[in-house]
């Protein structure tokens, strides 16, 4: 069965940082492109960032864009995100996905998510 | 970038019947890249529809997409109290970002 466990996430002050992980099982984590989408009630499902199967193409959408850092062990099955000068608009449920397939940017399996919250 | 509108904004049913959730593009959408996602309290989102019409693994034949270029459908037929959950739609089509519609909510009575 193809699982993803997230950690990590919780308080944070404006401006702090925090790292969430995500540790897959069940697929050969190497091959799948992985990807960090956030929620939150005003926004509902966000996009936040993608990261190939490689490590070596890495996209994130531009409101956190120099302050997230998405990063991934192949050798451990993780995925990560560090999140630098947080704001509090980043506060949200965030969730890593895998990829369904390969240039295709559906997401077929997903953590469990894991709760930032940004404030003083 | 493309924005994507569900509607209605909740829908409310009875056991048994058909609902039809509608996800409109403000562009075309290429290639039916058009996915299905459903979500219940306190859970993930799951992986329901891709191409616009392909059931994803597990996923029962009461459930059906179609559609293309601006117009989508998610249709649920023979509902079932364990179908009450919002309902997005995500475009895979265009340039980055990835884009979610805003949800459907359905209610089952």
């Known amino acids: 069965e193809m699982r993803l466990f997230q950690s990590g996430g919780g308080l944070a002050p404006p401006g702090g940082s925090l790292r969430l992980s995500c540790a897959a099982s069940?697929?050969?984590?190497?091959?799948?492109?992985m990807t960090w989408v956030r929620q939150t009630p005003g926004k509902g499902l966000e996009w936040v960032s993608a990261?190939?199967?490689?490590?070596?193409?890495?996209y994130y959408v531009d409101s956190v864009e120099g302050r997230f850092t998405t990063s991934r062990d192949n050798s451990k099955n993780t995925l990560f995100l560090e999140m630098n000068y947080l704001r509090a608009e980043d506060t949200a449920i965030y969730f890593c996905?895998?990829?369904?397939?390969?240039?295709?940017?559906?997401?077929?399996?997903w953590g469990q998510g894991t709760t930032v919250t940004v404030s003083s | 970038e493309i924005v994507l509108t569900q509607s209605p904004g909740t829908l409310s049913l009875s056991p048994g019947e058909r609902a039809a959730l509608s996800c409109t593009a403000s562009?075309?959408?290429?290639?039916?890249?058009l996915a299905w996602y459903q979500q219940k309290p306190g859970q993930a989102p799951k992986f329901l529809i891709y191409?616009?019409?392909r059931r994803a693994t597990g996923v029962p034949d009461r459930f059906s997409g179609g559609g293309s270029g601006t117009d989508f459908t998610l249709t649920i037929s023979r509902l079932e109290p364990e179908d009450s959950a919002v309902y997005y739609c995500?475009?895979?089509?265009?340039?980055?970002?990835?884009?979610f519609g805003q949800g459907t909510r359905l209610e089952i009575k």
């Open positions: 996905a895998k990829n369904y397939a390969d240039g295709q940017a559906t997401y077929n399996v």
């Open positions: 069940g697929f050969t984590f190497s091959t799948y492109a």
């Open positions: 990261i190939s199967g490689d490590g070596n193409y890495i």
């Open positions: 562009q075309t959408i290429g290639n039916d890249y």
């Open positions: 191409g616009a019409s």
């Open positions: 995500q475009q895979y089509d265009a340039s980055l970002p990835i884009i």
